[in-house]
């Protein structure tokens, strides 16, 4: 459906390669509505532009927040053309159609990163407001409108599509196709979405402040002894130390792992080991040193020098099966009086009283290049349990299949986990290859002689092919859950519907760089 367009209503921050269209437009005898600094711009190339306010009988107010807010504007790029009441109404509140809005936003990335420049000697304070000041209201509503409206109104929500728009109405003597409408439109909602995830992160930031806000406290070296570190923070909103001798820098970077993982169990009993930030042992069970005894079956090589946290008070039994191999550190929430005093006896071993809360509320946060990467934590296990292989999974197969997914989502990629009845039996992780973390996996619970037959496999990614599903049931693996996603997915299908295998696909990628 093809229309030509006779009104346009232009208003944006960025005006460089804006004048090219204006001039074609009023080529065109299209009339066009404009506001302020826009205004201003159009007047100037002595072009014909009617004021909003002239549409609206109402000022800019409240400076300039409010302008564009009226229903003689939205009625305008909101109205369907083809409805009858809609045309009615416009006609009864001489509301005029607006067929064309080039609206861009307020720059609320560039601003942020202006006042994080190293030249800016201003306060926190006035830095704050002008960031706020450029979080755009009426921008994202007219563009949200008229994409909405696609049908009857063309929108271009950004500059580096000028040119694009400029092309397309000076070809087709300033008519546009719906098709043509309806692709700007998903341009201009990519761009709404960009705008509130930059303006979410930006005040998620501001709520919790960042680490570097924090106390900083020096450590005794980084990774290595040549290396100098420091911890920003308060350890103490986590845990008090009962024992042993300073966190280290490394010590910290385990714990934090410990803490993540353990965070996953909220009814289970729960125990697991971690060395070198990956879980080596994990299992759930009905007391807490069953839990502590199969975790540490699954790797007891590994186990040793690691950091281990549970979710349950330490018993004085679970404390006497703990104290018989050497460990750095060991976290819960909470000693009985005799397990306590037995854990002591060891004068360097850390000992951890976690509070009710584990979780940071600050997201991750990671130093590269000459900047720091921030985002959210992978707090989601699964977004979807598709059961699309050859049988649906047992009971128990399901809570496996649960539980092998956390452990994956915990572990370096590449990532496997195979899981049986609760307990961690072999994991490969920090793989270059998806099939080579596999291999590790099989490897790794046979050298425990552990009977991977009826075990259970989690993918931290799609299988880009069968092959990896193929040697894990040769293995012995009987179910399997994946996010799924790969071009090749009904190659694994297939070959799990052919041998009768369980596939859960997720739709959840679980990646751990």
């Given at each position: 459906?093809q229309?030509?367009?006779?009104?346009?209503?232009?208003?944006?921050?960025?005006?460089?390669?804006?004048?090219?269209?204006?001039?074609?437009?009023?080529d065109?005898?299209?009339?066009?509505?404009?506001?302020g600094?826009?205004?201003?711009?159009?007047?100037?190339?002595?072009v014909?532009?009617?004021?909003?306010?002239?549409?609206?009988?109402f000022?800019?107010?409240?400076?300039?927040?409010?302008?564009?807010?009226?229903?003689?504007?939205?009625?305008?790029?909101?109205?369907?053309?083809?409805?009858?009441?809609?045309?009615?109404?416009?006609?009864?509140?001489?509301?005029?159609?607006?067929?064309?809005?080039?609206?861009?936003?307020?720059?609320?990335?560039?601003?942020?990163?202006?006042?994080?420049?190293?030249?800016?000697?201003?306060?926190?304070?006035?830095?704050?407001?002008?960031?706020?000041?450029?979080?755009?209201?009426?921008?994202?509503?007219?563009?949200?409108?008229?994409?909405?409206?696609f049908?009857?109104?063309?929108?271009?929500?950004?500059?580096?599509?000028?040119?694009?728009?400029?092309?397309?109405?000076?070809?087709?003597?300033?008519?546009?196709?719906?098709?043509?409408?309806?692709?700007?439109?998903?341009?201009?909602?990519?761009?709404?979405?960009?705008?509130?995830?930059?303006?979410?992160?930006?005040?998620?930031?501001?709520?919790?402040?960042t680490?570097?806000?924090?106390?900083?406290?020096?450590?005794?070296?980084?990774?290595?002894?040549?290396?100098?570190?420091?911890?920003?923070?308060?350890?103490?909103?986590?845990?008090?130390?009962?024992?042993?001798?300073?966190?280290?820098?490394?010590?910290?970077?385990?714990?934090?792992?410990?803490?993540?993982?353990?965070?996953?169990?909220k009814?289970?009993?729960?125990?697991?080991?971690?060395?070198?930030?990956?879980?080596?042992g994990?299992?759930?069970?009905?007391?807490?040193?069953?839990?502590?005894?199969?975790?540490?079956?699954?790797?007891?090589?590994?186990?040793?020098?690691?950091?281990?946290?549970?979710?349950?008070?330490?018993?004085?039994?679970?404390?006497?099966?703990?104290?018989?191999?050497?460990?750095?550190?060991?976290?819960?929430?909470?000693f009985?009086?005799?397990?306590?005093?037995?854990?002591?006896?060891?004068?360097?071993?850390i000992?951890?009283?976690?509070?009710?809360?584990?979780?940071?509320?600050?997201g991750?946060?990671?130093?590269?290049?000459?900047?720091?990467?921030?985002?959210?934590?992978?707090?989601?296990?699964?977004?979807?349990?598709?059961?699309?292989?050859?049988?649906?999974?047992?009971?128990?197969?399901?809570?496996?299949?649960a539980?092998?997914?956390?452990?994956?989502?915990?572990?370096?990629?590449?990532?496997?986990?195979?899981?049986?009845?609760?307990?961690?039996?072999?994991?490969?992780?920090?793989q270059?290859?998806?099939?080579?973390?596999?291999?590790?996996?099989?490897?790794?619970?046979?050298?425990?002689?552990?009977?991977?037959?009826?075990?259970?496999?989690?993918?931290?990614?799609?299988?880009?092919?069968?092959d990896?599903?193929?040697?894990?049931?040769?293995?012995?693996?009987?179910?399997?859950?994946?996010?799924?996603?790969?071009?090749?997915?009904?190659?694994?299908?297939?070959?799990?519907?052919?041998?009768?295998?369980?596939?859960?696909?997720?739709?959840?990628?679980?990646?751990?760089?």
């Amino acid at each position: 459906m093809q229309k030509k367009i006779k009104s346009a209503l232009i208003s944006v921050f960025y005006k460089d390669g804006l004048e090219n269209i204006v001039k074609l437009l009023h080529d065109q005898q299209v009339i066009i509505y404009s506001t302020g600094g826009t205004k201003d711009f159009i007047d100037k190339l002595n072009v014909p532009c009617i004021a909003v306010e002239d549409i609206t009988g109402f000022p800019s107010i409240l400076s300039g927040r409010v302008k564009t807010l009226h229903p003689l504007v939205f009625g305008g790029i909101l109205g369907r053309r083809n409805d009858e009441v809609h045309a009615s109404e416009m006609k009864q509140y001489n509301i005029p159609e607006i067929d064309l809005v080039i609206v861009d936003l307020y720059p609320f990335e560039e601003t942020i990163a202006q006042f994080s420049a190293k030249n800016y000697s201003g306060s926190i304070e006035d830095a704050e407001k002008a960031i706020i000041e450029k979080i755009d209201i009426g921008g994202p509503s007219m563009i949200r409108a008229a994409a909405k409206n696609f049908e009857d109104v063309m929108v271009l929500a950004a500059k580096k599509d000028y040119t694009l728009l400029y092309n397309l109405l000076h070809e087709q003597d300033g008519s546009t196709l719906i098709e043509q409408r309806k692709a700007f439109a998903i341009k201009a909602f990519d761009v709404c979405t960009a705008y509130d995830t930059a303006i979410s992160a930006y005040f998620h930031q501001l709520a919790v402040g960042t680490p570097f806000n924090k106390e900083k406290k020096a450590l005794r070296y980084g990774e290595n002894p040549h290396q100098a570190a420091a911890f920003y923070g308060d350890l103490h909103e986590l845990f008090s130390q009962l024992n042993g001798k300073e966190l280290s820098y490394n010590n910290l970077v385990d714990v934090d792992a410990a803490l993540a993982l353990i965070n996953e169990f909220k009814e289970d009993i729960a125990f697991g080991i971690i060395k070198h930030t990956n879980p080596c042992g994990v299992a759930i069970a009905a007391t807490l040193e069953d839990a502590w005894n199969n975790a540490l079956s699954g790797d007891p090589e590994s186990a040793f020098g690691g950091v281990l946290v549970c979710n349950k008070i330490v018993d004085e039994q679970t404390a006497k099966a703990i104290n018989e191999i050497f460990f750095e550190v060991l976290i819960a929430p909470g000693f009985e009086e005799a397990a306590l005093s037995l854990l002591k006896t060891k004068k360097n071993r850390i000992l951890l009283q976690t509070t009710t809360s584990h979780a940071s509320t600050t997201g991750q946060y990671k130093s590269l290049l000459n900047g720091v990467l921030w985002q959210q934590h992978d707090d989601v296990n699964f977004a979807a349990w598709n059961e699309a292989g050859g049988r649906s999974c047992t009971g128990a197969e399901k809570k496996d299949l649960a539980f092998a997914n956390i452990i994956c989502k915990h572990l370096k990629s590449n990532a496997i986990a195979l899981v049986k009845d609760g307990r961690l039996l072999g994991k490969g992780c920090g793989q270059t290859s998806r099939i080579d973390a596999l291999r590790q996996a099989i490897a790794k619970a046979h050298q425990f002689d552990v009977d991977l037959n009826g075990a259970v496999l989690a993918s931290d990614a799609f299988f880009p092919f069968d092959d990896c599903v193929k040697i894990a049931h040769e293995a012995g693996i009987k179910a399997f859950i994946q996010p799924g996603g790969s071009i090749r997915d009904e190659d694994t299908i297939k070959y799990s519907k052919e041998n009768n295998l369980a596939m859960v696909i997720t739709g959840i990628r679980h990646f751990k760089h």
